[in-house]
């Protein structure tokens, strides 16, 4: 994965330059973009970080860069910069998941914070979505029988009743339970419950 980076996209020279700037000496990796077309053909899909984007510019406009990476299903953090009269565009970008917009002039303190809190939350975006690939990898090392006698075990059914079900003895029931544990790396049916939660299987 590549080391998380702000990408600065502005058509104006002097903005890119000083926000580079700002973000070099408070030790934060960045990189700028003269246009949306350029971000949007060198974006790859393991990019971490937060994008801090212009919303108006000449050719693709920040609105419209920010739809085409919903559209992909990319979730970089979006913060837009805006002139006074882009607010109302900007409070409707955050209501279609943008993470925040700052005013121009903007104060130097105020963009890092906002920068560092968007770059956190895709550190932790990444994080879950790291683990909850781990727990479908495990998944696919269970059998079609494991994954049978596991649904039974998170519906809270006792060795007996799923022995019955399944028409299977009850040690055989145990030899599945103990694999299903041991592959799952789980030491209990609250802990696999747990592990579960949240992922499609």
């Known amino acids: 994965m590549n080391i998380p980076c702000v990408h600065i996209i502005d058509d104006d020279e002097a903005i890119r330059d000083a926000l580079q700037w700002l973000l070099k000496t408070r030790k934060i990796p960045c990189t700028t973009w003269a246009s949306a ?23 693709m406009s920040g609105l419209e860069c920010f739809d085409v990476l919903r559209a992909r299903g990319n979730t970089l953090p979006v913060i837009f910069i805006t002139g006074h009269g882009d607010v109302p565009m900007a409070v409707s970008a955050l209501k279609n998941g943008a993470h925040d917009f700052i005013e121009k002039p903007f104060n130097d ?3 890092i914070a906002v920068i560092q809190h968007a770059m956190e939350i895709d550190a932790e975006r990444r994080q879950a979505q790291s683990a909850t690939q781990a727990v479908s990898e495990r998944l696919t090392l269970l059998t079609a029988r494991e994954r049978e006698v596991m649904n039974l075990i998170l519906e809270g059914k006792y060795n007996k009743v799923i022995a019955d079900e399944l028409n299977i003895s009850m040690r055989t029931v145990e030899a599945h339970r103990s694999r299903i544990f041991e592959k799952m790396s789980v030491r ?3 802990e696999l419950a747990q592990l579960l939660k949240g992922v499609t299987f």
């Open 37 to 59: 077309e350029a971000f949007l053909d060198a974006i790859a899909p393991d990019w971490a970080g937060c994008v801090v984007l212009d919303i108006r510019m000449e050719g």
């Open 109 to 111: 303190g105020d963009l």
């Open 188 to 190: 209990s049916a609250v």
